[in-house]
């Protein structure tokens, strides 16, 4: 399915025009898959049902794949080199997409530095 469209107002507005400063792109996956080989990025797939963000630890270059809240990473999880999920304790089974990449960003960018 299609996601959020990152130019539209509302995501402008909610991103604080952070999406001025930063690379975006829309891609279909095996652009991105090959993109991604040819500037040596890890490509990670953030979903539920895996424990740990390990997976976004070890990567310098990180393209990052939320999952969608209901269905997981669909046809963009064969372009996933790993897999990493935040721990969810007790009966909580995800969180929204946006929260869920957002933390996942956040703890990659306190990785250690080469």
Known sequence: GVGADPYHPKVVRGAMGASFRLKLAVAEPADLAAA??????????????????????????????????????GRWEAVCARRAGILMPGKAESLNAAVAGSIALFEWSRRPRA
């Not at 040596?40 to 797939?45: I, R």
């Open 36 to 73: 991604a080989r040819a500037a040596g990025v890890s490509v990670v797939g953030l979903r539920a049902g895996v424990d740990g963000l390990e997976a976004l630890r070890e990567a310098e270059k990180l393209a990052l794949v939320v999952g969608h809240e209901r269905h997981g990473l």
